[in-house]
Each structure stands twice: as structure tokens, then as C-alpha cells.
């Protein structure tokens, strides 16, 4: 008995932790993104999401996996010192980097 009342209160603190969901993911990589504070974040009924960060930068996504497109544009095309701004159409990525640099580049 004495060790079922040890195993309770582990289920129950296994039960209140939360894996990150969709939202969390987005929200963490808008940071990572704008490298400032969000100002605005939203996920619309069809499951696109805006983001505005505080220094003016905008970025709409289609999906989660643009998250990973977005991370290797930083990298590859702005040397890691961010997007200004980022929108996705069906057949090109259309970005700026934080140097200004404006770059549209296509899909396949």
C-alpha cells in the first residue's frame, strides 16, 4: 500500500506536464526569428500564422514545416542576423533580411 501512495503523486505530476503543441513550437521559433518580442501572433481557422515582432518585422507562414525553410534562409541567405520580413505563396518564399536585403526564391 505504502508504495502505491509513493506512485500517485507521480502519475499525477506526469499528468500535468504538457507536450508542446503546434502553437508552442511556432511561438518559440517566432522568437527565435524576430530575436525580439512578439508583438503579435496568430493562428487563423485555415492554419496560417502571422507573426509581428516589436522592431517592425512580419512573417506569414502556411505551415509548420516553413518553420525549418525560415531557420536555413537565416542562415544560408542572412548569415544568421535575422528576417525582417517572410511571406510563403505556393510557388516562392519572399523574404528580406534584417540588412535588407530582399530575396524571393522558389519552392522547388
Known amino acids: 500500500m505504502k508504495q ?11 499528468g500535468c506536464m504538457n507536450t508542446p503543441t503546434t502553437q508552442d513550437n511556432y511561438r518559440e521559433a517566432s522568437f527565435e526569428l ?4 512578439v508583438d503579435v501572433y496568430s493562428v487563423s481557422d485555415d492554419g496560417r500564422v502571422r507573426i509581428i515582432c516589436s522592431d517592425g518585422s ?18 544560408d541567405y542572412c548569415d544568421g542576423e535575422g528576417l ?8 516562392y518564399y ?7 536585403t530582399l530575396i524571393s526564391i522558389s519552392k522547388k
Not at 502505491?4 to 502519475?11: E, G, H, S, T
Not at 524576430?34 to 518580442?37: F, G, I, R, S, Y
Not at 525582417?84 to 505556393?90: A, P, Q, T, V, W
Open 4 to 14: 502505491l501512495a509513493l506512485l500517485i503523486p507521480v502519475f499525477l505530476f506526469a
Open 34 to 37: 524576430c530575436n525580439t518580442e
Open 58 to 75: 512580419k512573417f506569414a507562414l502556411q505551415n509548420e514545416k516553413t518553420l525549418d525553410v525560415m531557420r536555413d534562409i537565416n542562415l
Open 84 to 91: 525582417g520580413k517572410f511571406s510563403e505563396s505556393n510557388r
Open 94 to 100: 519572399s523574404f528580406s533580411c534584417k540588412s535588407g
